[in-house]
């Protein structure tokens, strides 16, 4: 059963970066079969997708918020990682990673999700 | 990007049928999938690629989609049903995920 665990820091300032971490369990990141993908939630909203990573390292984003963001992983780690540059607190947020077959487009497994708060 | 549309709530009795919509363009042409959101869970993938179920999924839960609108269908519904469903598609022009705004169903 693959397992998703995002972690990171639950308070960052307004102009900083938000890194967070998701760590797969159950299965191989670098397996070829699938995508890997943040996705975020704001408190009482609807659900935003951010982007996606290939085990390669190939990655596409939201072009909403492509500009401050990069995902990038680490195999050895088996992890993915979201940094995103320039936050506001329009960018807090529950923060979910969730993976993606590669030949199909639906989330089928998610993390449980972690709240990140932007202010000062 | 291509936008779809949800209601933001639906009511429904216990043991009756739910039908929660999801509109967009030509939706009947590509793929829609349907996630269950309960209060303070992740999201969990209750319909893909239109009526396709996962394992453990029960078989109250069904979908459509044809035309511009997407149905997602929960039978006989329980008070446990009660959640958050969100619609989504690939959109392969800009090739990225999009979610509709989500629809809150109440059970009466």
């Known amino acids: 059963q693959v397992q998703l665990q995002e972690s990171g820091p639950g308070l960052v300032k307004p102009s900083q970066t938000l890194s967070l971490t998701c760590t797969v369990s159950g299965g191989s990141i670098s397996s070829g079969s699938h995508y890997w993908s943040w996705i975020r939630q704001p408190a009482g909203k609807g659900l935003e997708w951010i982007g996606r990573?290939?085990?390669?390292?190939?990655?596409n984003h939201n072009p909403s918020l492509k500009s401050r963001v990069t995902i990038s992983v680490d195999t050895s780690k088996n992890q993915l990682s979201l940094n995103m540059s320039s936050v506001t607190a329009a960018d807090t947020a529950v923060y979910y990673c969730?993976?993606?077959?590669?030949?199909?487009?639906?989330?089928?497994?998610w993390g449980q999700g972690t709240l990140v708060t932007v202010s000062s | 990007s291509y936008v779809l549309a949800q209601p933001p709530s639906v009511s429904v009795a216990p043991g009756k049928t739910a039908s929660i919509t999801c509109g967009g363009d030509n939706l009947g042409s590509i793929s829609v999938h349907w996630y269950q959101q309960k209060p303070g869970q992740a999201p969990v993938l209750v319909i893909y690629?239109?009526?396709d179920r996962p394992s453990g999924i029960s078989r109250r839960f069904s979908g459509s989609n044809s035309g511009s609108t997407a149905t997602l269908t929960i039978s006989r519904v329980e008070a446990g049903d009660e959640a958050d469903y969100y619609c989504q598609v690939w959109d392969t022009s800009s090739d990225q995920a999009v979610f509709g705004g989500g629809t809150k169903l109440t059970v009466l």
């Open positions: 690629y239109d009526d």
């Open positions: 969730a993976r993606l077959p590669y030949s199909g487009y639906a989330f089928d497994y």
């Open positions: 990573i290939y085990g390669t390292g190939s990655t």
